[in-house]
């Protein structure tokens, strides 16, 4: 891992801004916020950026309960040069799930695997159940405490992505929840944990009950209407909460395209390959071994047919048998 004060004197005297995935959720705004937070102590102002909408409600609580402005790039897009920095945290570069900005992506700090390599000046990319880990981490090694807010945000963060501390946890994680929670406001953080549906996802969750088709053990929802990613990934993870099922990929059609959500508990199908290998020349996606994401575009929709949530499917379900005889 780089140290920290590789970042701060990398920005210095730069205009910097950070960076989220598109619809970013609560790891990805608390991750960017406790960046922020923490570069500011060295004297280092930043902006955050976004592409898409804040679409779910848990990610818009957070917003309002800690203050953070986070601007979408069509505010950005006239002020921002090519000669600004700008830092990627929860994605990186080309990954599918982030617009590329007019600025310079001189670092990434992210916790899911590569697809696509790309250089930085700065990176610190690890496997870690939620990034929001990998900047507390930044707070512990550097000898500050966050600030009440911070520490809240980030535990939310890493609580959410790790579905609880049921997914994807190591044992850095344990460590962070350990500081994290012994500096953070816990009051804030029971009310960010309160009431975090809304009565428009009920119809998402019809509809992927309505839809689930199982094939062996992998089942398939489609919802044919547009969902937020949060929600499509919350759709995911219901799927594979069936005993019938390890592997669950939701779908959900949207007017950018086809938006995908995929979860595994078989130790033996990385979700990460499965959507990389699936959509590979028609769409992009990856992830961790446990969950990911894909996306086929809207230009890309025609070469799935007249039935593209069959043709979807056989993608799927094609990889799944490659998979399995490798073993």
């Keep these: 891992m780089s140290d920290f004060t590789e970042l701060v004197e990398l920005c210095r005297g730069?205009?910097?801004?950070?960076?989220?995935?598109?619809?970013?959720?609560?790891?990805?705004?608390?991750?960017?916020?406790?960046?922020?937070?923490?570069?500011?102590?060295?004297?280092?102002p930043s902006k955050?950026?976004?592409?898409?909408?804040i679409d779910k409600l848990s990610a818009s609580k957070m917003l309002d309960m800690f203050h953070i402005q986070m601007s979408n790039y069509e505010s950005l897009a006239v002020d921002m040069e090519e000669k600004d920095y700008i830092i990627c945290v929860d994605t990186q570069k080309n990954s599918g799930n982030v617009t590329d900005f007019k600025g310079d992506e001189v670092a990434c700090i992210d916790h899911h695997p590569t697809f696509v390599p790309v250089e930085y000046q700065y990176r610190n990319i690890r496997i870690t159940g939620a990034c929001s880990?990998?900047?507390?981490?930044?707070?512990?090694?550097?000898?500050?405490?966050?600030?009440k807010d911070t520490a809240a945000a980030l535990l939310y963060g890493l609580k959410m992505d790790t579905l609880q501390f049921t997914r994807g946890v190591t044992d850095l994680d344990i460590k962070m929840f350990e500081f994290l929670f012994s500096h953070c406001d816990r009051e804030k953080l029971a009310r960010l944990e309160r009431n975090n549906m809304e009565f428009d996802d009920l119809k998402a969750y019809g509809a992927a009950i309505e839809s689930i088709e199982l094939y062996d053990k992998t089942g398939f929802s489609c919802i044919p209407f547009p969902c937020p990613d949060a929600l499509i990934a919350i759709l995911s993870d219901f799927i594979l909460a069936l005993i019938e099922v390890e592997v669950a990929v939701v779908s959900s059609y949207r007017e950018d395209g086809i938006k995908l959500s995929v979860r595994s508990e078989d130790p033996k199908i990385h979700a990460g390959n499965l959507v990389h290998s699936a959509l590979e020349g028609i769409g992009s996606g990856g992830g961790h071994a446990t969950m990911a994401g894909g996306m086929i575009r809207r230009e890309q929709k025609a070469a799935l047919g007249r039935y593209p949530g069959d043709a979807v499917r056989n993608l799927f379900l094609k990889v799944l048998d490659d998979m399995k005889q490798q073993i």
């Design 133 to 147: 880990t990998l900047i507390a981490e930044y707070y512990v090694l550097q000898g500050h405490t966050p600030d």
């Design 48 to 53: 955050l950026c976004y592409d898409g909408r």
């Design 14 to 44: 730069h205009n910097v801004y950070i960076q989220t995935h598109n619809f970013p959720d609560p790891d990805a705004i608390a991750s960017a916020y406790g960046l922020q937070k923490l570069l500011s102590v060295y004297g280092v």
